[in-house]
């Protein structure tokens, strides 16, 4: 059974950095792409930043610049370092991880991102 622990949400002021960990455990032939989506009140959920497991990455044009995916593969854990926040950034951020066998995406339960003014 896949598990996910995140961790490293808060209140912060904009301006301001916050770094986010998810630990995947589980899965017995490791995990594919890693990243981050975020779902703010009353908007869908969006994709953040993905890592592959070669390092590859992928950010929303929102973030790029200021937010640095990566991962220890030797630990399954991703990691989101957020700079220069933003009010905007402002929502609940879940982690995503997809299995390499089978073929399985997981989600985190999320926590919560506030950017103050």
Same mark, same amino acid.
């Given at each position: ?31 594919? $792409? ?22 590859? $990455? ?40 997809? $299995?390499?066998?089978? $073929? ?14």
């Amino acid at each position: 059974q896949v598990q996910l622990v995140e961790s490293g949400g808060g209140l912060v002021q904009a301006g301001g950095s916050l770094r986010l960990s998810c630990a995947a455990s589980g899965s017995r032939f490791g995990f594919t $792409t890693m990243g981050w989506y975020r779902q703010a009140p009353g908007e869908q959920r969006e994709m953040v930043a993905i890592i592959a497991s070669g390092g590859g $990455t992928n950010y929303s044009n929102s973030v790029k610049g200021r937010f640095s995916i990566s991962r220890d593969n030797a630990k399954n854990t991703v990691y989101l370092q957020m700079n220069a926040l933003k009010p905007e950034d402002t929502a609940v951020y879940y982690c995503n991880v997809v $299995t390499i066998f089978p $073929t399985v995406a997981y989600w985190g339960q999320g926590t919560q991102v506030t950017v103050s003014t």
